[in-house]
Nanobody, 131 residues
Framework: VQLVESGGGLVQPGGSLRLSCAAS????????IGWFRQAPGKEREGVAC????????TYKDSVKGRFTVSSDSAKNMVFLQMNSLKSEDTAAYFC?????????????????????????WGQGTQVTVSS
């Protein structure tokens, strides 16, 4: 199982970025993919989750309406579209994967932010929001 993130960079407040997570070594539809972030001096936190098989998604409250997680099972890729970026979104962003425990339309809502379930992590991509 390998995950590789890309798409980070420097953007002004109010701007947009699209992060990509290329997955290999497993079938995306059998897994839940989470996006997490860690700012300097802060704990890593969950941002979004998607379960391709059942379409389940969930978001951290502070990014709802601004971030959108999506997947392309044909390409085995997951994306995080980030709009209306704020300085507090500055962090290293990671995608992570774990094999779904069951199929449910609420899978990500139920379990998507539990970091302990994720056993494969990418190397991260830096997002800096600054003027």
């Amino acid at each position: 199982v390998q995950l590789v993130e890309s798409g980070g960079g420097l953007v002004q407040p109010g701007g947009s970025l699209r992060l990509s997570c290329a997955a290999s070594g497993f079938t995306l539809r059998d897994y839940a993919i989470g996006w997490f972030r860690q700012a300097p001096g802060k704990e890593r936190e969950g941002v979004a989750c998607i379960s391709d098989y059942d379409g389940s998604t969930t978001y951290k409250d502070s990014v709802k309406g601004r971030f959108t997680v999506s997947s392309d099972s044909a390409k085995n890729m997951v994306f995080l579209q980030m709009n209306s970026l704020k300085s507090e979104d500055t962090a290293a962003y990671f995608c992570a994967a774990h094999k779904r425990l069951y199929a449910s339309a609420t899978y990500c809502f139920d379990l998507g932010m539990r970091q302990g379930l994720y056993n494969s992590w990418g190397q991260g991509t830096q997002v800096t929001v600054s003027s």
